[in-house]
């Protein structure tokens, strides 16, 4: 799991706090992910992240703001949350084979940020 | 649009007997398939993938799954289960070319020593 790194592993935040939660991935990749894993839930894809540029944004409502400075750094900012934003945060990356590069498809996951919204 | 269905929210076996976790996909195009494994408080690691060729993929920890195109379906197998095989499992599809992968609701297999 030291491929993808998130931090913090646990988060504990009032509604009107804001927070950051971080995601750096050592792999070389090209994409990086958020999903969100609820309980009983399917994984559910947040944003994508391709070459630093956004393809994806799955309806997620604005008080969660990503952030990609670049390929190896993703942030998620988040403000205002609701008590069911609680859930397992996941971050991803993948090696995609845009611009002739080896695609491999998989993603490799972090381990995690455990979000508790009071 | 693409879609995933892993129907049994949870499989009980027994050491030592063989397992199937059952998958089933929907997709427009041509069909990436992944089985990913999650132990508790860990993300999620990758088994295997069907991308094209043989439909019968070899992956880690001794599984495999078989691509069957027209049941649309992608079971995972394993012919003998451990104790240390208990864990949440996810299937997943994504359309060739595409950054989307959909995950199924993942299924809880339990071993039983």
């Known amino acids: 799991e030291t491929g993808v790194t998130q931090t913090p592993r646990h988060l504990v935040m009032g509604m009107t706090n804001k927070k950051s939660l971080k995601c750096e991935q050592h792999l070389g990749h090209n994409a990086m992910y958020w999903y969100k894993q609820s309980a009983k839930k399917p994984l559910e894809l947040m944003f994508v992240?391709?070459?630093?540029?956004?393809?994806e944004n799955n309806s997620v409502p604005s008080r969660f703001s990503p952030e990609c400075p670049n390929s190896s750094h993703l942030f998620l900012h988040l403000h205002t949350l609701q008590p069911e934003d609680s859930a397992l945060y996941l971050c991803?990356?993948?090696?995609?084979?845009?611009?002739?590069?080896?695609?491999?498809?998989?993603?490799?996951f972090g381990p995690g940020t455990r979000l508790t919204v009071l | 649009a693409q879609s995933v269905a892993q129907p049994e929210d949870q499989v009980n076996v027994a050491e030592g007997n063989p397992l199937t976790v059952k998958c089933t996909y929907s997709?427009?195009?041509?069909?990436?398939l992944f089985w990913y494994v999650q132990y508790p408080n860990r993300g999620l690691q990758f088994l295997l993938k069907?991308?094209?060729?043989?439909?019968l993929v070899k992956g880690s920890y001794g599984f495999e799954a078989e691509f069957n195109k027209s049941q649309t379906s992608f079971h995972l197998k394993k012919p003998s289960a451990l104790v240390s095989d208990s864990a949440l499992y996810f299937c997943a599809v994504r359309e060739g070319g595409g950054f989307k992968t959909i995950f199924g609701a993942g299924t809880r297999l339990f071993v039983k020593a």
């Open positions: 069907y991308i094209t060729g043989d439909n």
């Open positions: 997709v427009s195009g041509n069909p990436y």
């Open positions: 991803a990356s993948s090696q995609d084979g845009l611009a002739g590069g080896l695609s491999t498809d998989t993603q490799y």
């Open positions: 992240y391709n070459f630093k540029e956004q393809t």
